[in-house]
Protein backbone atom coordinates (compact mmCIF):
# COMPACT_ATOMS: atom_id res chain seq x y z
CA UNK A 1 0.00 0.00 0.00
CA UNK A 2 0.87 3.04 -0.50
CA UNK A 3 1.83 6.39 2.08
CA UNK A 4 1.88 10.24 1.44
CA UNK A 5 3.11 11.57 4.81
CA UNK A 6 3.23 15.19 5.22
CA UNK A 7 5.15 16.43 8.20
CA UNK A 8 7.74 19.11 8.96
CA UNK A 9 11.31 17.79 8.95
CA UNK A 10 12.85 20.31 11.13
CA UNK A 11 9.81 19.55 14.01
CA UNK A 12 11.73 19.84 17.27
CA UNK A 13 9.98 16.32 17.98
CA UNK A 14 10.83 14.68 15.00
CA UNK A 15 14.48 15.17 14.72
CA UNK A 16 17.48 12.55 15.52
CA UNK A 17 18.38 14.94 18.26
CA UNK A 18 15.29 15.61 19.75
CA UNK A 19 15.05 15.36 23.66
CA UNK A 20 11.68 13.46 23.11
CA UNK A 21 12.07 10.71 21.09
CA UNK A 22 8.74 8.45 21.10
CA UNK A 23 7.13 10.73 18.46
CA UNK A 24 9.70 9.97 15.89
CA UNK A 25 9.92 6.71 16.71
CA UNK A 26 6.47 5.84 16.31
CA UNK A 27 6.56 8.18 12.99
CA UNK A 28 9.46 6.00 11.62
CA UNK A 29 7.71 3.03 11.89
CA UNK A 30 4.30 3.95 9.84
CA UNK A 31 6.70 4.66 7.25
CA UNK A 32 8.66 1.52 7.77
CA UNK A 33 5.45 -0.44 7.37
CA UNK A 34 4.05 0.68 4.43
CA UNK A 35 5.50 -0.58 0.75
CA UNK A 36 5.70 3.13 -0.98
CA UNK A 37 6.15 6.32 0.89
CA UNK A 38 6.02 9.87 -0.68
CA UNK A 39 7.26 11.96 2.23
CA UNK A 40 5.81 15.95 1.74
CA UNK A 41 7.31 18.96 3.55
CA UNK A 42 5.93 21.99 1.67
CA UNK A 43 3.20 23.19 -0.20
CA UNK A 44 1.97 20.72 -3.11
CA UNK A 45 -1.03 20.15 -5.45
CA UNK A 46 -3.16 16.86 -4.01
CA UNK A 47 -2.82 15.84 -7.73
CA UNK A 48 0.73 14.76 -7.15
CA UNK A 49 -0.23 12.70 -4.29
CA UNK A 50 -0.70 8.74 -5.01
CA UNK A 51 -1.65 7.39 -1.85
CA UNK A 52 -4.30 4.82 0.30
CA UNK A 53 -3.35 6.79 2.88
CA UNK A 54 -2.22 10.73 3.45
CA UNK A 55 -0.76 11.12 7.16
CA UNK A 56 -0.41 14.59 8.74
CA UNK A 57 2.13 13.91 10.87
CA UNK A 58 1.59 17.12 12.88
CA UNK A 59 2.33 16.61 16.43
CA UNK A 60 1.40 20.30 18.03
CA UNK A 61 -0.62 21.77 14.99
CA UNK A 62 2.08 24.04 14.10
CA UNK A 63 3.18 23.21 10.37
CA UNK A 64 1.95 25.46 8.04
CA UNK A 65 1.68 23.81 5.08
CA UNK A 66 -1.11 23.73 2.26
CA UNK A 67 -1.98 20.98 -0.02
CA UNK A 68 -3.98 22.08 -2.53
CA UNK A 69 -7.25 20.03 -3.47
CA UNK A 70 -6.89 17.85 -0.60
CA UNK A 71 -9.93 17.58 0.67
CA UNK A 72 -11.67 16.00 -2.57
CA UNK A 73 -8.24 13.76 -2.76
CA UNK A 74 -9.96 9.66 -2.52
CA UNK A 75 -6.97 8.68 -0.27
CA UNK A 76 -8.07 7.75 3.74
CA UNK A 77 -6.82 11.12 5.17
CA UNK A 78 -5.84 11.38 8.89
CA UNK A 79 -3.82 13.88 11.43
CA UNK A 80 -1.91 13.40 14.04
CA UNK A 81 -2.88 15.21 17.38
CA UNK A 82 -1.05 15.21 21.02
CA UNK A 83 -2.45 17.58 23.65
CA UNK A 84 -5.71 17.77 22.81
CA UNK A 85 -6.27 20.54 25.24
CA UNK A 86 -3.12 22.82 23.37
CA UNK A 87 -3.91 26.72 23.38
CA UNK A 88 -2.40 28.84 20.59
CA UNK A 89 0.98 29.59 21.21
CA UNK A 90 4.03 31.57 19.61
CA UNK A 91 6.93 31.49 20.86
CA UNK A 92 10.67 29.32 20.46
CA UNK A 93 12.02 26.43 21.11
CA UNK A 94 14.93 26.92 23.26
CA UNK A 95 16.66 23.50 21.62
CA UNK A 96 16.85 24.64 18.16
CA UNK A 97 16.24 28.20 18.54
CA UNK A 98 13.25 27.88 16.08
CA UNK A 99 10.13 30.28 16.15
CA UNK A 100 6.73 27.55 16.61
CA UNK A 101 2.92 28.54 16.55
CA UNK A 102 1.22 25.74 18.17
CA UNK A 103 -2.73 25.77 17.22
CA UNK A 104 -5.36 26.39 19.63
CA UNK A 105 -8.18 23.87 19.83
CA UNK A 106 -11.02 25.64 17.57
CA UNK A 107 -8.11 26.22 15.29
CA UNK A 108 -6.79 22.52 14.86
CA UNK A 109 -10.37 20.97 14.53
CA UNK A 110 -11.19 23.86 11.89
CA UNK A 111 -8.38 23.15 10.10
CA UNK A 112 -8.84 19.56 9.96
CA UNK A 113 -11.95 19.79 8.74
CA UNK A 114 -11.21 22.18 5.91
CA UNK A 115 -8.29 19.50 4.97
CA UNK A 116 -11.07 17.10 4.99
CA UNK A 117 -9.55 14.80 7.16
CA UNK A 118 -11.57 11.34 8.03
CA UNK A 119 -9.69 10.29 11.31
CA UNK A 120 -7.75 11.80 14.06
CA UNK A 121 -5.35 10.16 15.86
CA UNK A 122 -4.87 11.13 19.24
CA UNK A 123 -2.90 9.41 22.38
CA UNK A 124 -5.59 10.39 24.90
CA UNK A 125 -9.32 10.13 25.12
CA UNK A 126 -11.03 11.91 27.94
CA UNK A 127 -9.04 14.99 27.23
CA UNK A 128 -9.79 14.65 23.17
CA UNK A 129 -13.22 14.60 23.74
CA UNK A 130 -13.56 17.41 26.38
CA UNK A 131 -11.40 19.30 23.65
CA UNK A 132 -13.22 18.86 20.82
CA UNK A 133 -16.86 17.82 21.49
CA UNK A 134 -18.04 21.31 22.63
CA UNK A 135 -16.84 22.01 19.20
CA UNK A 136 -17.88 19.42 16.96
CA UNK A 137 -20.68 17.72 18.49
CA UNK A 138 -20.33 14.38 20.39
CA UNK A 139 -21.45 12.16 17.13
CA UNK A 140 -18.74 13.41 15.29
CA UNK A 141 -15.65 13.60 17.69
CA UNK A 142 -16.56 9.54 17.87
CA UNK A 143 -16.63 9.29 14.68
CA UNK A 144 -13.33 10.89 13.72
CA UNK A 145 -11.48 9.64 16.82
CA UNK A 146 -8.75 7.02 15.97
CA UNK A 147 -7.66 6.20 19.75
CA UNK A 148 -3.69 4.85 19.73
CA UNK A 149 -1.74 5.27 22.90
CA UNK A 150 1.87 6.52 22.58
CA UNK A 151 4.30 3.58 21.68
CA UNK A 152 8.29 4.11 22.38
CA UNK A 153 10.21 2.05 20.03
CA UNK A 154 13.32 1.48 22.33
CA UNK A 155 14.29 -2.57 22.56
CA UNK A 156 12.60 -3.94 26.10
CA UNK A 157 15.33 -4.25 29.26
CA UNK A 158 15.08 -7.65 31.05
CA UNK A 159 17.94 -6.47 33.54
CA UNK A 160 16.43 -7.38 36.96
CA UNK A 161 15.57 -5.59 39.34
CA UNK A 162 17.75 -6.57 41.99
CA UNK A 163 20.55 -5.58 39.58
CA UNK A 164 19.79 -1.50 39.05
CA UNK A 165 20.45 1.12 41.43
CA UNK A 166 17.73 0.47 44.00
CA UNK A 167 15.96 4.08 43.75
CA UNK A 168 13.12 5.42 42.42
CA UNK A 169 13.85 7.81 39.35
CA UNK A 170 11.56 10.99 39.20
CA UNK A 171 12.96 12.72 36.27
CA UNK A 172 10.70 15.53 33.44
CA UNK A 173 9.84 18.53 32.77
CA UNK A 174 8.19 20.45 36.12
CA UNK A 175 7.15 23.82 34.57
CA UNK A 176 3.38 23.66 33.11
CA UNK A 177 2.88 27.46 32.73
CA UNK A 178 0.26 27.31 35.13
CA UNK A 179 -2.23 24.63 33.58
CA UNK A 180 -1.75 22.92 36.84
CA UNK A 181 -0.65 19.61 35.33
CA UNK A 182 2.53 18.74 36.84
CA UNK A 183 1.13 19.73 40.42
CA UNK A 184 1.18 16.31 41.93
CA UNK A 185 4.55 15.66 40.05
CA UNK A 186 6.56 18.52 41.53
CA UNK A 187 5.07 17.57 45.17
CA UNK A 188 6.47 13.82 44.53
CA UNK A 189 9.83 15.08 42.98
CA UNK A 190 10.12 16.90 46.33
CA UNK A 191 10.02 13.88 48.39
CA UNK A 192 13.57 12.87 50.07
CA UNK A 193 12.74 8.92 48.89
CA UNK A 194 12.97 10.28 45.06
CA UNK A 195 16.31 10.39 43.11
CA UNK A 196 15.36 13.23 41.45
CA UNK A 197 16.91 14.23 38.12
CA UNK A 198 16.57 17.15 36.63
CA UNK A 199 15.08 17.51 32.89
CA UNK A 200 17.63 17.85 30.03
CA UNK A 201 16.32 21.33 29.27
CA UNK A 202 17.58 22.19 33.19
CA UNK A 203 20.39 19.85 33.11
CA UNK A 204 22.52 18.96 29.79
CA UNK A 205 24.05 16.24 31.08
CA UNK A 206 20.71 14.15 31.59
CA UNK A 207 20.33 11.52 29.26
CA UNK A 208 17.50 12.06 26.28
CA UNK A 209 15.97 10.87 23.14
CA UNK A 210 17.27 7.32 21.86
CA UNK A 211 19.47 7.26 24.84
CA UNK A 212 16.36 7.33 27.54
CA UNK A 213 14.84 4.08 27.71
CA UNK A 214 18.22 2.94 28.33
CA UNK A 215 18.71 5.81 31.00
CA UNK A 216 15.56 4.62 32.79
CA UNK A 217 16.18 1.09 32.89
CA UNK A 218 18.76 1.60 35.13
CA UNK A 219 16.58 2.20 37.71
CA UNK A 220 14.54 -0.33 39.87
CA UNK A 221 11.55 1.90 40.13
CA UNK A 222 10.64 5.13 38.54
CA UNK A 223 7.28 7.78 38.71
CA UNK A 224 4.90 8.26 36.01
CA UNK A 225 2.74 10.96 36.89
CA UNK A 226 0.72 13.72 35.35
CA UNK A 227 -2.54 15.29 36.32
CA UNK A 228 -4.69 15.20 33.13
CA UNK A 229 -3.58 12.40 31.02
CA UNK A 230 -0.63 9.70 30.32
CA UNK A 231 1.90 11.16 28.79
CA UNK A 232 4.98 8.99 27.59
CA UNK A 233 6.64 8.13 30.53
CA UNK A 234 3.58 5.97 31.10
CA UNK A 235 4.97 3.67 28.51
CA UNK A 236 8.52 4.34 28.50
CA UNK A 237 8.67 3.04 32.55
CA UNK A 238 7.38 0.00 31.61
CA UNK A 239 9.41 -0.77 28.70
CA UNK A 240 12.50 -0.30 29.79
CA UNK A 241 11.78 -3.06 32.92
CA UNK A 242 11.04 -0.82 35.66
CA UNK A 243 8.18 -1.26 38.45
CA UNK A 244 6.13 1.59 37.07
CA UNK A 245 4.67 4.09 39.76
CA UNK A 246 1.82 5.72 38.56
CA UNK A 247 -0.59 8.31 38.32
CA UNK A 248 -4.38 7.10 38.02
CA UNK A 249 -5.71 7.60 34.98
CA UNK A 250 -9.30 5.33 33.56
CA UNK A 251 -7.93 5.15 30.12
CA UNK A 252 -4.61 3.83 32.05
CA UNK A 253 -5.87 0.88 33.42
CA UNK A 254 -8.48 0.14 30.38
CA UNK A 255 -5.08 -0.48 28.53
CA UNK A 256 -4.16 -2.93 30.83
CA UNK A 257 -2.50 -0.80 33.40
CA UNK A 258 -3.54 -2.21 36.98
CA UNK A 259 -2.79 -2.27 40.42
CA UNK A 260 -0.10 -4.45 41.67
CA UNK A 261 -0.66 -6.24 38.28
CA UNK A 262 1.49 -4.07 36.05
CA UNK A 263 1.79 -0.87 38.25
CA UNK A 264 1.32 0.75 41.05
CA UNK A 265 -0.69 3.63 40.90
CA UNK A 266 0.18 6.45 43.56
CA UNK A 267 -1.10 9.13 44.73
CA UNK A 268 -0.49 11.77 47.86
CA UNK A 269 -2.27 9.71 50.17
CA UNK A 270 -0.54 6.88 49.71
CA UNK A 271 2.55 7.68 48.26
CA UNK A 272 5.26 7.37 50.90
CA UNK A 273 4.07 3.96 52.06
CA UNK A 274 3.48 2.36 48.71
CA UNK A 275 7.50 3.92 47.50
CA UNK A 276 9.03 3.11 50.77
CA UNK A 277 7.29 -0.72 50.93
CA UNK A 278 8.78 -0.71 47.56
CA UNK A 279 12.63 0.34 48.55
CA UNK A 280 12.42 -1.88 51.63
CA UNK A 281 11.68 -5.15 49.31
CA UNK A 282 12.58 -4.44 45.59
CA UNK A 283 13.06 -7.74 44.49
CA UNK A 284 9.28 -8.78 45.57
CA UNK A 285 7.63 -6.59 43.08
CA UNK A 286 9.76 -8.20 39.79
CA UNK A 287 6.61 -10.09 38.76
CA UNK A 288 4.47 -6.58 38.72
CA UNK A 289 7.69 -5.02 36.78
CA UNK A 290 7.85 -8.28 34.22
CA UNK A 291 4.00 -7.88 33.72
CA UNK A 292 4.45 -3.92 32.87
CA UNK A 293 7.04 -4.42 30.16
CA UNK A 294 5.14 -7.70 28.37
CA UNK A 295 2.01 -6.20 28.17
CA UNK A 296 4.21 -3.11 26.32
CA UNK A 297 5.72 -5.08 25.00
CA UNK A 298 2.95 -7.53 23.43
CA UNK A 299 0.81 -4.29 22.80
CA UNK A 300 2.03 -0.79 22.73
CA UNK A 301 5.62 -0.55 20.68
CA UNK A 302 6.04 1.74 17.78
CA UNK A 303 5.92 -1.15 15.74
CA UNK A 304 2.06 -2.13 16.98
CA UNK A 305 1.25 1.59 16.39
CA UNK A 306 2.21 1.52 12.27
CA UNK A 307 0.53 -1.85 12.10
CA UNK A 308 -2.65 -0.70 13.72
CA UNK A 309 -2.94 2.32 11.07
CA UNK A 310 -2.06 -0.20 8.12
CA UNK A 311 -4.64 -2.68 8.91
CA UNK A 312 -7.11 0.02 9.00
CA UNK A 313 -6.54 1.07 5.48
CA UNK A 314 -5.36 -2.12 4.18
CA UNK A 315 -9.53 -3.16 5.45
CA UNK A 316 -10.71 -0.04 3.14
CA UNK A 317 -11.71 2.08 6.34
CA UNK A 318 -9.85 3.13 9.87
CA UNK A 319 -13.60 2.58 11.69
Request: proline content about 5%.
Amino acid sequence: MKLAVIFNKDDHKLRETSYSYIYKGMLDAVISRFEEVQKIHSDCSAKDIEADLILFYDIHSSHDVNINGVKYHPAIKMEYFSDPYQEEMKGVYRQFNMPVHKLGRDQRIRRALDRGINFIICPVKENYFKSFVPIIGQELAEKMLLYFPLTPSFEPSYVPLSLREQKVLGNGATWDGNTGCYTFRRWAFDQPYIHFVKHWLKDNNTPFGKDYGKFISGFAGALALQDWHPIPKFYEIPLAGCLTLAQYHKEYENLGFRDYETCIYVNQGNFEKRIKDFLADIPSYQKIADAGRKLMEENYTAKHFANFLYDRVAHGTAS
